[in-house]
């Protein structure tokens, strides 16, 4: 008995020295002597960002940690006060909602780069679709699409499946992800048989992707905007400079983005 | 995946103590105490049990957030932090302590605490002397189901603490974007490595509830 009452006493003690020494680890950083920003990143910049915050960090000696999710999560964490200093959405609609509520500093608001929406097919799937009225033959199963009410590349495919008439048709056929990354995954396994997902996912992968014409779908105004009241505001601004700057420009581009400079306010 | 294991062991570290420590008190409340509300304190404590993690997460994002007295009058602020995964993790593990320790305690014997008083123990010492000991198996048996528990919490950390590499990314958290990204070896590792642990966690349960060979 007592061996277990020792031990149900021990236990806790010992994690609490575990957790104890951590705490004073993951404070470091931030008490440090460099400061370290801290991003709230829409999910599709996964591949895009790492090379772009490296590029930041060479030339400003500032370091950044990103926190990446869904658009609405992020914003949701930031209206409840998470300490973001950056917020990099993938739309404009909930920055702007964040900027309505005066939690976000208006003037920082700026469209960082247009997303592209790809139909995606496996190069072993033996569809080459050359339209997307093709989505309706018989030979196209399953088609992976992000939530259309969440996520904004979904919002985008059912714009454009809705223009060409086919929304309704194509009801049956589809499967809705929560991400666009859920999406391209399930066409990727083989799961679906194509994926409405954003070119920036699958630029550098096998396969075949047929761009869906702009002008079937709403612009996807990828927006940031830097957090009101956070401590690190001078070296927020400078990296969302940065991101709209020429220099990020070629890395947009490399990696399947159109650069929104002309449409920005 | 290291670091990752790190903000993992710190998590459950710390969940694990204040399920054991918070677990065992609620559970002797409810297992002994009469008053009222107490039907409806436990179905609340219950909830996580079956609530989608999102949920917990977006209560506590309310609760621990900006707005919260918590947040405004005490300044304390847990969000993004691995103390605020700490806390989704103890919430979604508790209940799982809970339906096993009060169960426990329910099945010791009150002629043996009576017994102990009548011989002049304190209320303390008949807790730490009878009741508990009488307990243990049931009340360690959900200290670690609630500890694997709180080990494999995904949905309700990632609303409260994000996904911070370093700082707030738990195991199955990389095993999210692992597989999302298309990276399906470390997937597979990580995986691996908290399949390992939930069954052993699993195994240590089963053997505490059955019942003392001696």
Same mark, same amino acid.
Request: hydrophobic fraction near 50%; include cysteine.
């Given at each position: 008995?007592?061996?277990?009452?020792?031990?149900?006493?021990?236990?806790?003690?010992?994690?609490?020295?575990?957790?104890?020494?951590?705490?004073?680890?993951?404070?470091?950083?931030?008490?440090?002597?460099?400061?370290?920003?801290?991003?709230?990143?829409?999910?599709?910049?996964?591949?895009?960002?790492?090379?772009?915050?490296?590029?930041?960090?060479?030339?400003?000696?500032?370091?950044?940690?990103?926190?990446?999710?869904?658009?609405?999560?992020?914003?949701?964490?930031?209206?409840?006060?998470?300490?973001?200093?950056?917020?990099?959405?993938?739309?404009?609609?909930?920055?702007?909602?964040?900027?309505?509520?005066?939690?976000?500093?208006?003037?920082?608001?700026?469209?960082?780069?247009?997303?592209?929406?790809?139909?995606?097919?496996?190069?072993?799937?033996?569809?080459?679709?050359?339209?997307?009225?093709?989505?309706?033959?018989?030979?196209?199963?399953?088609?992976?699409?992000?939530?259309?009410?969440?996520?904004?590349?979904?919002?985008?495919?059912?714009?454009?499946?809705?223009?060409?008439?086919?929304?309704?048709?194509?009801?049956?056929?589809?499967?809705?992800?929560?991400?666009?990354?859920?999406?391209?995954?399930?066409?990727?396994?083989?799961?679906?048989?194509?994926?409405?997902?954003?070119?920036?996912?699958?630029?550098?992968?096998?396969?075949?992707?047929?761009?869906?014409?702009?002008?079937?779908?709403?612009?996807?105004?990828?927006?940031?905007?830097?957090?009101?009241?956070?401590?690190?505001?001078?070296?927020?601004?400078?990296?969302?400079?940065?991101?709209?700057?020429?220099?990020?420009?070629?890395?947009?581009?490399?990696?399947?983005?159109?650069?929104?400079?002309?449409?920005?306010? | 995946?290291?670091?990752?294991?790190?903000?993992?062991?710190?998590?459950?570290?710390?969940?694990?103590?204040?399920?054991?420590?918070?677990?065992?008190?609620?559970?002797? $409340?409810?297992?002994? !105490? =009469?008053?009222? #509300? @107490?039907?409806?304190? +436990?179905?609340? &404590?219950?909830?996580? *049990?079956? %609530?989608?993690?999102?949920?917990?997460?977006?209560?506590?994002?309310?609760?621990?957030?900006?707005?919260?007295?918590?947040?405004?009058?005490?300044?304390?602020?847990?969000?993004?932090?691995?103390?605020?995964?700490?806390?989704?993790?103890?919430?979604?593990?508790?209940?799982?302590?809970?339906?096993?320790?009060?169960?426990?305690?329910?099945?010791?014997?009150?002629? $043996?605490?009576?017994? !102990? =008083?009548?011989? #002049? @123990?304190?209320?303390? +010492?008949?807790? &730490?002397?009878?009741? *508990?000991? %009488?307990?243990?198996?049931?009340?360690?048996?959900?200290?670690?189901?609630?500890?694997?528990?709180?080990?494999?919490?995904?949905?309700?950390?990632?609303?409260?603490?994000?996904?911070?590499?370093?700082?707030?990314?738990?195991?199955?958290?990389?095993?999210?974007?692992?597989?999302?990204?298309?990276?399906?070896?470390?997937?597979?590792?990580?995986?691996?490595?908290?399949?390992?642990?939930?069954?052993?966690?699993?195994?240590?349960?089963?053997?505490?509830?059955?019942?003392?060979?001696?």
């Amino acid at each position: 008995m007592r061996r277990f009452l020792a031990l149900l006493l021990l236990l806790p003690a010992l994690l609490l020295a575990c957790g104890g020494d951590g705490q004073e680890e993951s404070n470091a950083p931030g008490q440090g002597q460099q400061t370290t920003l801290l991003v709230s990143a829409a999910a599709n910049l996964a591949d895009v960002l790492p090379p772009l915050l490296d590029a930041f960090r060479d030339r400003t000696g500032i370091a950044v940690q990103v926190n990446f999710g869904n658009t609405a999560q992020l914003a949701a964490q930031i209206e409840r006060g998470a300490p973001v200093d950056l917020f990099l959405a993938a739309d404009r609609q909930h920055v702007e909602t964040l900027a309505a509520k005066g939690l976000v500093l208006p003037d920082t608001v700026r469209a960082y780069a247009r997303g592209k929406l790809v139909l995606w097919t496996r190069a072993d799937s033996g569809l080459t679709l050359s339209s997307l009225e093709e989505l309706a033959s018989s030979r196209v199963g399953r088609i992976a699409i992000a939530n259309p009410d969440q996520a904004p590349y979904g919002a985008a495919a059912r714009q454009a499946l809705r223009r060409l008439g086919l929304w309704d048709a194509l009801q049956g056929k589809l499967v809705i992800a929560e991400t666009i990354q859920q999406a391209f995954q399930y066409a990727r396994s083989g799961n679906a048989d194509a994926a409405f997902t954003a070119l920036s996912l699958v630029i550098d992968e096998a396969g075949n992707r047929l761009e869906v014409p702009p002008e079937l779908y709403d612009p996807i105004d990828q927006t940031l905007a830097v957090v009101k009241g956070t401590p690190r505001e001078a070296a927020a601004r400078r990296l969302a400079d940065f991101l709209v700057g020429p220099e990020a420009a070629a890395v947009w581009q490399r990696y399947g983005y159109d650069l929104p400079a002309l449409v920005s306010r | 995946m290291l670091s990752a294991l790190l903000v993992s062991l710190k998590v459950v570290g710390v969940a694990t103590l204040v399920i054991g420590v918070v677990g065992t008190l609620l559970a002797l $409340l409810l297992a002994r !105490a =009469r008053f009222p #509300g @107490r039907a409806a304190l +436990e179905l609340v &404590l219950t909830l996580p *049990l079956v %609530l989608p993690p999102t949920v917990v997460g977006f209560f506590l994002l309310y609760i621990l957030g900006r707005g919260s007295p918590l947040h405004d009058w005490l300044g304390v602020d847990l969000l993004f932090t691995w103390q605020g995964a700490a806390v989704a993790a103890s919430t979604v593990g508790l209940p799982l302590m809970l339906q096993s320790a009060r169960a426990a305690i329910a099945a010791v014997d009150p002629e $043996l605490e009576d017994a !102990a =008083r009548t011989l #002049g @123990r304190s209320e303390p +010492e008949v807790l &730490l002397r009878v009741t *508990l000991p %009488l307990a243990h198996r049931g009340i360690l048996a959900g200290l670690f189901l609630g500890a694997a528990r709180a080990l494999g919490e995904f949905g309700a950390s990632l609303m409260v603490a994000g996904n911070i590499p370093d700082r707030t990314r738990t195991l199955p958290m990389v095993v999210y974007d692992a597989a999302l990204s298309g990276d399906l070896a470390l997937a597979a590792q990580t995986s691996a490595l908290l399949s390992g642990i939930a069954f052993l966690a699993l195994a240590l349960t089963r053997r505490l509830e059955q019942p003392a060979r001696r």
